[in-house]
Protein backbone atom coordinates (compact mmCIF):
# COMPACT_ATOMS: atom_id res chain seq x y z
CA UNK A 1 0.00 0.00 0.00
CA UNK A 2 1.66 3.28 -1.10
CA UNK A 3 1.79 6.17 1.26
CA UNK A 4 1.19 9.63 -1.06
CA UNK A 5 2.97 12.15 0.04
CA UNK A 6 1.08 15.62 -0.96
CA UNK A 7 3.70 17.62 -1.06
CA UNK A 8 5.45 15.70 -3.55
CA UNK A 9 3.47 16.27 -6.28
CA UNK A 10 3.31 19.32 -8.01
CA UNK A 11 0.55 21.33 -8.64
CA UNK A 12 1.17 22.73 -12.30
CA UNK A 13 0.53 25.86 -13.71
CA UNK A 14 -3.14 26.58 -14.32
CA UNK A 15 -4.47 26.65 -17.84
CA UNK A 16 -7.67 28.30 -18.55
CA UNK A 17 -8.19 29.22 -14.75
CA UNK A 18 -7.57 25.78 -13.77
CA UNK A 19 -5.14 23.42 -12.06
CA UNK A 20 -4.96 19.44 -10.92
CA UNK A 21 -3.27 17.22 -9.70
CA UNK A 22 -3.48 13.16 -9.14
CA UNK A 23 -2.91 12.04 -5.43
CA UNK A 24 -4.96 8.48 -6.51
CA UNK A 25 -4.79 7.49 -9.68
CA UNK A 26 -3.57 4.74 -12.84
CA UNK A 27 -0.20 6.06 -11.80
CA UNK A 28 -0.43 4.80 -8.35
CA UNK A 29 -1.92 1.71 -8.95
CA UNK A 30 -5.36 2.59 -8.77
CA UNK A 31 -8.18 0.54 -10.96
CA UNK A 32 -11.58 1.52 -9.97
CA UNK A 33 -10.79 5.31 -7.49
CA UNK A 34 -9.70 8.68 -8.21
CA UNK A 35 -9.07 11.07 -5.80
CA UNK A 36 -7.52 14.37 -7.16
CA UNK A 37 -6.94 18.17 -5.88
CA UNK A 38 -8.67 20.88 -8.10
CA UNK A 39 -7.56 24.12 -7.73
CA UNK A 40 -9.91 27.07 -9.55
CA UNK A 41 -8.89 30.30 -10.12
CA UNK A 42 -10.76 33.51 -10.25
CA UNK A 43 -12.90 33.75 -13.69
CA UNK A 44 -13.21 29.88 -14.33
CA UNK A 45 -16.63 28.43 -15.08
CA UNK A 46 -17.66 25.41 -15.93
CA UNK A 47 -20.15 23.85 -18.51
CA UNK A 48 -23.08 21.97 -17.04
CA UNK A 49 -22.76 18.31 -17.12
CA UNK A 50 -23.46 14.89 -15.50
CA UNK A 51 -21.30 11.73 -14.71
CA UNK A 52 -22.87 8.09 -14.21
CA UNK A 53 -20.81 7.78 -10.93
CA UNK A 54 -20.90 9.17 -7.76
CA UNK A 55 -18.75 12.22 -7.52
CA UNK A 56 -17.48 13.86 -4.19
CA UNK A 57 -16.35 17.38 -4.00
CA UNK A 58 -14.58 18.47 -0.76
CA UNK A 59 -14.13 22.35 -0.73
CA UNK A 60 -10.77 22.54 1.20
CA UNK A 61 -10.27 26.47 0.76
CA UNK A 62 -12.40 29.14 -0.89
CA UNK A 63 -15.87 28.84 -1.98
CA UNK A 64 -17.22 28.31 -5.45
CA UNK A 65 -21.22 28.61 -6.45
CA UNK A 66 -22.77 25.51 -7.26
CA UNK A 67 -25.16 25.01 -10.23
CA UNK A 68 -27.00 21.31 -8.97
CA UNK A 69 -29.94 20.45 -10.45
CA UNK A 70 -31.79 23.38 -10.14
CA UNK A 71 -30.34 25.28 -7.63
CA UNK A 72 -27.46 27.90 -7.18
CA UNK A 73 -25.49 27.93 -4.60
CA UNK A 74 -22.05 29.21 -2.80
CA UNK A 75 -20.39 26.10 -0.60
CA UNK A 76 -17.26 27.48 1.24
CA UNK A 77 -14.58 25.23 2.68
CA UNK A 78 -15.32 22.55 5.30
CA UNK A 79 -18.12 21.60 2.70
CA UNK A 80 -18.55 18.39 0.80
CA UNK A 81 -20.75 18.58 -2.63
CA UNK A 82 -22.37 15.06 -3.52
CA UNK A 83 -23.62 14.70 -6.78
CA UNK A 84 -25.14 10.93 -7.38
CA UNK A 85 -24.93 9.46 -10.74
CA UNK A 86 -27.01 11.41 -13.28
CA UNK A 87 -27.52 15.08 -11.41
CA UNK A 88 -26.14 17.71 -13.81
CA UNK A 89 -23.84 20.24 -12.12
CA UNK A 90 -21.61 22.76 -12.42
CA UNK A 91 -18.74 24.87 -10.65
CA UNK A 92 -18.12 28.46 -11.42
CA UNK A 93 -15.41 30.90 -9.75
CA UNK A 94 -16.51 34.61 -9.41
CA UNK A 95 -14.55 35.45 -6.48
CA UNK A 96 -11.28 37.35 -5.99
CA UNK A 97 -8.82 33.83 -4.88
CA UNK A 98 -8.76 30.63 -5.90
CA UNK A 99 -11.22 27.72 -4.75
CA UNK A 100 -9.06 24.55 -3.85
CA UNK A 101 -11.15 21.22 -4.02
CA UNK A 102 -10.44 17.21 -3.16
CA UNK A 103 -12.42 15.84 -6.10
CA UNK A 104 -12.98 11.85 -5.09
CA UNK A 105 -15.11 9.28 -7.55
CA UNK A 106 -15.09 5.30 -7.95
CA UNK A 107 -13.35 5.06 -11.05
CA UNK A 108 -10.11 5.90 -13.18
CA UNK A 109 -12.02 6.91 -16.07
CA UNK A 110 -14.40 9.84 -15.85
CA UNK A 111 -17.32 9.98 -18.08
CA UNK A 112 -18.54 13.46 -18.93
CA UNK A 113 -21.62 14.09 -20.81
CA UNK A 114 -22.04 18.03 -21.09
CA UNK A 115 -25.00 19.33 -21.70
CA UNK A 116 -24.36 23.00 -22.71
Not at 95 to 111: A, G, H, N, S
Request: charged share 20%.
Amino acid sequence: MPIIEHSSIRMPAAQDYRAERSFVSPEQGAVSLTVKEVELHPGWQGRLHTHPTDLSIMVMAGAVQLILGDELQTVRAGCTLFAPPGTPHKLINKLWIPVRLLVIYPTTELITDYLE
